[in-house]
Structures are given as C-alpha cells and as structure tokens.
C-alpha cells in the first residue's frame, strides 16, 4: 500500500472513531447522592470487565481485539442509557451481551448464549442476552465495528 493510500486511511478511522465510535466519560457523570456505592457503577467494574474480557478471548483463543471492541460497545452503551450506570446486575448483562455481540461479529466462531447462561452462573437466561443484544444494536446504530488500536497500526 502507497503511502498516501495508509495516510488515507488513517484519515478514515480517525474519522470513524471521532464521529461515531467515541464513547463519551459516563465515568466522570454525576450519580445522584441518595445511592449507595455498592448500587453505582465505576471505575473497578468497569476495571474488572476489561480483564473479564481479555480472560474470554484469551481462554477461548479469540483475539485481544476482540475484548477492545466489546469494551467499546460497553461504553458508548452506558453514555446512552445512564440507568445501567445505577445498577450493577444490569452492567453485568450488558458487558456479557457485549462480549457475546463482538465474538459473534469478529471471530470465525461463536460463543452460544446457553454457555453464556453458565459463566452468569444462571443469573441471565438466553432470552435475557438476546434481549440485551436487540437494545445494544438499537443504542448503538448499528455501529459495531469500531477502530481499534490494532487496526490504526
């Protein structure tokens, strides 16, 4: 590839990632003061999450990417529906749904919600990953396949 063809490029996903994969900070957005910490959502889930995913895809021999891009789904979500930030059962479901979307749309196999339904220890049942994956899609546009740091290099 020329070297214009890779600045070109690189245009693109600079383009892509600013317009319509950048998550915003739903870390740095204000909780309401009546909650308990234990009830919020922050900075530790969100930590644990992404060496959650990194263990999946490393354990199921996916690619590290493929943990970025379920990361990225996570957050652009949470930016679109705050509520999830105030409940951390709903957080887990989300990260699950999120995982299982970005294996099913970027690895050459897949990982079935019933497996799914057993790492959750039963706490979520097929119907409510498939569920989840509709509003994810919907509050996402349909954007999944976000740049990553791989694909920039």
């Not at 003061?33 to 060496?51: M, S």
């Not at 790492?119 to 994956?133: F, P």
Request: with cysteine; net charge negative.
């Amino acid at each position: 590839m020329a070297l214009h063809e890779q600045i070109e490029t690189l245009q693109v996903l600079r383009k892509q990632e600013e317009q319509a994969y950048t998550p915003g900070d739903w870390l740095s957005m204000r909780q309401p003061l009546h909650l308990e910490v234990d009830d919020v959502v922050d900075y530790t889930c969100r930590y644990r999450t992404a060496k959650w995913f990194l263990q999946v895809v490393d354990t199921c021999n996916f690619h590290s990417e493929t943990a970025e891009i379920a990361l990225n789904y996570v957050d652009r979500y949470l930016c679109t529906a705050p509520e999830v930030r105030l409940d951390r059962r709903t957080f887990q479901l989300v990260t699950i749904t999120a995982l299982y979307s970005a294996i099913k749309i970027h690895e050459e196999s897949v990982l079935a919600p019933q497996l799914l339904t057993t790492l959750s220890r039963g706490a979520y049942t097929t119907k409510d990953i498939e569920t989840m994956e509709s509003r994810l899609l919907e509050a996402l546009d349909w954007r999944m396949n976000p740049p990553t740091s791989m694909s920039f290099l």
